[in-house]
């Protein structure tokens, strides 16, 4: 029996520390010899932690044959079927968690989370509604309404909640990723600029950010700004397409035909049948580029064809013949 024990203090100790195969071997020691509903709920939490929901799953049914009441265990079945994809049976276990304690707001999270997922708004909004009357201090359900508001197009109730997700864990970075989507939805590309800097500001190491920031830079004629952002894209991958054909765009906006041609031909090595590429005249970009850089031989040109049309005329009008009176 001792050593059982300490098979069970192992389990809980590798778990601690974050090694979820050693508490998965230390725990099947244990049951070995001890059909224990604490030991099958911990080797459950540790099959969830490394992924393997169909054993978590198996592990916390275990938990709820023995002790049928353990609604924590049939929470913990709710989070393993939903991470499977088997909502239904995640929205199952939720309910049945609610029967057991009305009061339960992650399960009331959970089944919001279900909701979302499905694409029933309205349901989802009220399940999250629900769990905040319950816990005001939840982020999670905050951004999830925010999130439903969203997707219905709420964009006033939509920022509240994404606002005070921000206001209650200002580390969690999804609230302000959200956030600037919705305002470039919306059309206020300015802030969507604000919300992806605070977004990079916790994740500066995260070339999307500086990618979408480019997009609403762009989107709100800041060219230089969007350059910028672009240009980050490229050092973290330098055969991004869509920031090389960003870049050729707002170079071109700027009138910088030298740069808009180089990064169209990069777009171009990298997918001859890049689908936007009708959108920028190549022949008019190198002929503005030509003007450009030759702009004292086309005036010289443009007079040289003036005082031709000149003279032609001067000599056609001499050559009309006289009228005879």
């Given at each position: 029996?001792k050593?059982?024990?300490?098979a069970?203090?192992?389990?809980?100790?590798?778990?601690?520390?974050?090694?979820?195969?050693?508490?998965?071997h230390?725990?099947?020691?244990?049951?070995?010899?001890?059909?224990?509903?604490?030991?099958?709920?911990n080797?459950?939490?540790a099959?969830?932690?490394?992924?393997?929901?169909?054993?978590?799953i198996?592990?916390?049914?275990?938990?709820?044959?023995?002790?049928p009441?353990?609604?924590?265990?049939?929470?913990?079945?709710?989070?393993?079927?939903f991470d499977?994809?088997?909502?239904?049976?995640a929205?199952?276990d939720?309910?049945?968690?609610l029967?057991?304690?009305s009061n339960?707001?992650k399960?009331?999270?959970?089944?919001?989370?279900?909701s979302?997922?499905?694409?029933?708004?309205?349901?989802?909004i009220?399940y999250?509604s629900?769990?905040?009357?319950?816990?005001?201090?939840?982020?999670?359900?905050?951004?999830?309404?925010?999130l439903?508001?969203h997707?219905?197009?709420?964009?006033?109730k939509?920022?509240?909640?994404?606002s005070?997700?921000?206001?209650?864990?200002p580390?969690?970075?999804?609230?302000?990723?959200?956030?600037?989507?919705?305002y470039?939805?919306?059309?206020?590309?300015g802030?969507?600029?604000?919300?992806?800097?605070?977004?990079?500001?916790?994740?500066?190491e995260?070339?999307?950010?500086?990618y979408?920031?480019g997009?609403?830079?762009?989107?709100?004629?800041?060219?230089?700004?969007?350059?910028q952002?672009?240009?980050?894209?490229?050092v973290?991958d330098?055969?991004q397409?869509?920031?090389?054909w960003?870049?050729a765009?707002?170079?071109?906006?700027?009138?910088?035909e030298?740069?808009a041609?180089?990064?169209?031909?990069?777009?171009?090595?990298?997918n001859?049948?890049?689908?936007?590429?009708?959108?920028?005249?190549?022949n008019?970009?190198q002929?503005?580029?030509?003007v450009?850089?030759?702009?004292?031989?086309?005036?010289?040109?443009?007079?040289?064809?003036?005082?031709?049309?000149?003279?032609?005329?001067?000599?056609?009008?001499?050559n009309?013949?006289?009228?005879?009176?």
């Open positions: 029996m050593a059982q024990i300490n069970f203090d192992k389990g809980f100790d590798a778990f601690q520390r974050g090694k979820y195969d050693n508490a998965v230390f725990y099947t020691i244990y049951i070995e010899d001890v059909q224990s509903p604490n030991a099958f709920f080797r459950g939490l099959y969830y932690k490394l992924q393997d929901f169909q054993s978590a198996q592990d916390f049914t275990k938990v709820l044959r023995l002790e009441d353990d609604y924590e265990a049939l929470y913990n079945r709710g989070l393993a079927n499977a994809g088997k909502i239904d049976s929205m199952s939720y309910k049945m968690v029967t057991h304690n339960y707001d399960a009331l999270t959970g089944l919001g989370l279900c979302l997922h499905e694409k029933d708004y309205e349901n989802s009220n999250f629900e769990a905040i009357v319950l816990n005001s201090d939840s982020q999670v359900n905050y951004y999830n309404r925010g439903a508001y997707a219905i197009q709420n964009y006033e939509a920022e509240l909640d994404y005070h997700a921000e206001q209650l864990d580390s969690k970075i999804d609230p302000f990723i959200s956030k600037a989507n919705m470039h939805d919306m059309g206020e590309f802030n969507s600029v604000m919300d992806y800097t605070e977004a990079i500001y916790l994740s500066p995260t070339p999307a950010l500086y979408n920031r997009i609403s830079y762009y989107d709100n004629k800041d060219f230089e700004e969007a350059i952002d672009f240009g980050e894209v490229l973290y330098s055969n397409i869509h920031a090389k960003y870049l765009l707002s170079h071109k906006e700027l009138g910088n030298k740069e041609i180089s990064f169209y031909d990069q777009v171009v090595s990298l001859p049948d890049y689908e936007y590429l009708w959108s920028i005249d190549k008019r970009l002929l503005k580029k030509f450009e850089e030759n702009w004292m031989y086309t005036l010289m040109l443009i007079f040289l064809l003036l005082a031709s049309l000149f003279f032609v005329r001067k000599i056609v009008k001499n009309r013949p006289t009228e005879i009176d």
